[in-house]
């Protein structure tokens, strides 16, 4: 009995070796594959939020551990970063501003692939932080040239748009010229302004919902 | 005598049972996890129990393909009772874990417990709280038993040392 459990104990040592050389080696062979060195989120560490809700209802609970932060909240969390943010109202402005179509403001689309395929503030450059091997260089030289770089992910509990600025900040892009746009694309699909669809400049623009 | 030989008897039907839907579940979670390792980062890092950004990345790296060998191991019949063992040591903390930070929930929202729903990154999405529970509870239970019962029917290889490493049957 004693020799059959430490058989399969071996066993157990023996398979979690070989798994674990299977997933080192899947997660290098994978395109999504994540690096085992970088701090994804860097800064000091503090309640991360997470959504929550009732089953019988839409609730959303606001608590230390889950729920949507305020604007107010997410507002003085940004700026203890050094960064400035910026509400849905200002950023209609700065896409409006013919300064956007010279590409002396751009808006940075902090993420992923499906959904700025889905939809995105029209011209804007993606930047998934998390492969910046394959977007920083084409976002970078466009954010040094640029005097407003507004990033936005999908808004609420989003964190990636800040991450992503501080990204952009330590790649060089001036932290005066960074702003994030905390409310982010949830609220744009909302607020009356076109979206593009597909890739940048890909010509399919949802018109604005009223 | 070979009608006995090829008849299944109840517990080694059961046992084939818990080794596919178990291996099935694995490799099912553990590539939907894998397909999206960002999204399984940010939940990982929501129970902030892991300081480490290292010891993070290499949980969301590791655990979603670890699973899915696992998962293959326990569907093609390999090295059962470590797979099994393996399954069973990864179940119960992540139970607890989970079990936990729904508790927290609980106290921070007061709801009542089976209405909390939330993404525990177990690789469902968003599920109720006492649905997952039983769910891994009825897991804990098929890995325990192929843990504790020897039935190596349709295994390629039951065990990888000893006479089980020959034990070959169909």
């Known amino acids: 009995m004693r020799q059959e459990l430490k058989r399969v104990l071996f066993e157990a040592l023996v398979v979690s ?23 994804y989120f860097p800064g000091p560490g503090r309640n991360v939020p997470g959504i929550v809700s009732g089953a019988n209802s839409n609730r959303t609970v606001t608590a230390a551990l889950v729920g949507h932060a305020t604007w107010e909240t997410v507002a003085a969390r940004l700026r203890g970063k050094g960064l400035q943010p910026i509400d849905g109202k200002e950023a209609i402005d700065l896409f409006r501003d013919p300064q956007y179509e010279q590409e002396l403001t751009v808006f940075v689309d902090a993420r992923d692939d499906r959904h700025y395929q889905e939809g995105h503030v029209p011209g804007a450059y993606q930047f998934d932080r998390y492969y910046p091997e394959k977007h920083l260089p084409a976002v970078l030289p466009v954010c040094l040239n ?16 800040e991450f992503a600025a501080l990204a952009l ?3 060089g892009v001036p932290q005066e010229h960074l702003f994030v746009y905390a409310s982010g694309m949830t609220e744009w699909a ?7 669809l597909g890739e940048r400049k890909s010509g399919t623009v949802r018109p604005a919902k009223p | 005598m070979n009608e006995r030989r090829n008849s299944f008897s109840s517990p080694e039907r059961l046992a084939l049972l818990a080794r596919w839907i178990l291996g099935g579940v694995f490799v099912y979670m553990g590539l939907v996890k894998a397909a999206h390792p960002v999204d399984f980062l940010k939940l990982l890092r929501q129970y902030e129990i892991i300081e480490s950004h290292l010891y993070l990345n290499f949980i ?12 293959l191991l326990l569907l093609g019949g390999i090295a059962v009772r470590g797979a ?9 903390p992540f139970t607890l874990i989970v079990l936990n930070r729904a508790l927290a929930i609980r106290e921070a929202s007061a709801i009542a417990f089976c209405a909390i729903r939330f ?12 649905s997952k529970l039983l769910e891994n509870s009825f897991l804990i239970l098929l890995s325990g038993l192929l843990f504790a019962f020897r039935a190596n029917r349709w295994c390629l290889r039951y065990g990888l040392v000893g006479r089980e490493a020959l034990a070959v049957r169909r």
Do not use: H
């Open chain 1, 17 to 39: 070796a070989a798994g674990l050389a299977f997933a080192l080696v899947a997660n290098v062979a994978s395109p999504r594959g994540l690096s085992l060195t970088r701090d």
């Open chain 1, 146 to 161: 640029a005097t407003k770089v507004v990033v936005y992910c999908a808004g609420g509990d989003c964190e990636d748009s």
């Open chain 1, 190 to 196: 909302t607020n009356g302004v076109p979206v593009e």
């Open chain 2, 119 to 130: 993404d525990c990154g177990c690789g469902a999405g968003e599920v109720n709280i006492c």
């Open chain 2, 60 to 71: 969301a790296v590791a655990l979603p393909w670890f699973e899915v060998f696992c998962g």
């Open chain 1, 169 to 171: 900040k330590e790649a």
């Open chain 2, 84 to 92: 099994a063992c393996i399954s069973l040591l990864m179940l119960v």
